[in-house]
């Protein structure tokens, strides 16, 4: 008599592993089902925060972002948050602040450590006033120090120092942060701070009016609660993977460009249409559906700018 094959469970059939989970929440980072990750050696409480800040500026031209997702607190001048204004090629002025959820983080968290980030810049002036260039760039955090402390270099050498360059959409611009495999070692144990080789985010933009413009900050964090909450002390037990980290970064490489959304708007509509299938210990592929994507496409093609 033949064995019936076992009948696979919902959550094998679609990929609901946590790594597959995590793997989706570093991609989509403000929509995405919340799901724990390997930082600590405890599991901790999963939370998302946004952060929105408009540019005030006067007669500014210019303005850069530097986040430190890894980092809640000024650690040796660096902020979670870095903002830098300046007329033309003048030198900017630095204004540091605490990057999404610092306050709670502060008041409630004794460990915290990042799982997902992205920033978005949105413009919101009128279409005929929008002007001037964009760019996006994962930065190493000892690079993304010394741009955030500079008060010397000015923005269209920064602009030139992003990967990816485009005049500013009428679609609002993600960046997405890239982990590094240090975030999946179980003893990160980030103490609302970061001196470690992760990248940082930093978006720059020239030639417009800072004031025409909304950045979002979202942050996902998971944290463990202090002791004088009422909620009982985690134990040490964190049980790693082997090879999650390996499986999730280089999943995240071979995805090529998916950490923004800057560019040509039918490769961005490719990008969106594409469906990730990940598996813990196999390989992951990309599955894109041409036929499906010709519509979108297109008419993501008259949309946008």
């Known amino acids: 008599m033949r064995r019936r094959p076992a009948r696979r469970n919902l959550a094998q059939r679609i990929g609901g592993s946590d790594e597959s989970k995590l793997l989706n929440l570093i991609i989509d980072p403000c929509g995405a089902e919340l799901a724990h990750g390997y930082a600590m050696t405890t599991q901790g409480v999963v939370q998302r925060f946004n952060r929105f800040i408009t540019p005030v500026a006067t007669t500014e031209t210019a303005f850069a972002y530097v986040f430190n997702p ?41 460990n915290a450590a ?3 980030a992205c920033v978005e810049v949105l413009y919101t002036g009128k279409l005929v006033d929008r002007k001037g260039y964009i760019g996006v760039c994962q930065v190493p955090r000892n690079v993304a120090f010394d741009i955030a402390t500079n008060t010397v270099v000015d923005l269209p050498t920064l602009l030139a120092y992003c990967q990816h360059v485009a005049p500013v959409p009428s679609h609002s611009v993600e960046l997405k ?18 001196e470690g080789q992760d990248n940082c985010l930093l978006v720059v933009a020239v030639g417009v009016n800072p004031n025409d413009f909304v950045v979002k900050f979202t942050s996902v964090i998971e944290y463990v609660p202090k ?21 999730i970064v ?22 969106m249409g594409g469906a990730m299938v990940y598996a813990a210990g196999q390989a992951s592929r990309f599955v894109r559906g041409a036929r499906q994507l010709a519509g979108p496409a297109t008419a993501l093609l008259a949309l946008t700018g």
């Not at 809640?72 to 002025?93: C, D, I, M, N, R």
């Not at 004088?228 to 090879?243: E, F």
């Not at 280089?250 to 990008?271: E, F, M, P, Q």
Request: proline share 6%; net charge neutral; charged share 10%.
């Open 227 to 247: 002791f004088n909450n009422g909620m009982p002390a985690p134990r040490a037990t964190r049980a790693i993977p082997i090879g999650a980290g390996e499986r």
């Open 70 to 110: 890894t980092s809640q607190s000024t650690v040796g001048g660096f902020a979670g948050v870095v903002q830098k204004l300046a007329v033309g090629t003048g030198a900017p002025t630095n204004a540091s602040s605490g990057g999404p959820g610092e306050t709670f983080l502060e008041t409630n968290a004794d």
């Open 177 to 194: 942060w890239s982990p590094s495999i240090r975030n999946f070692t179980g003893q990160n144990a980030v103490q609302e701070n970061s």
């Open 114 to 116: 990042c799982l997902a």
């Open 250 to 271: 280089s999943t995240l490489d071979r995805l090529g460009v998916w950490w923004h959304n800057l560019g040509n708007a039918a490769a961005a509509a490719t990008r």
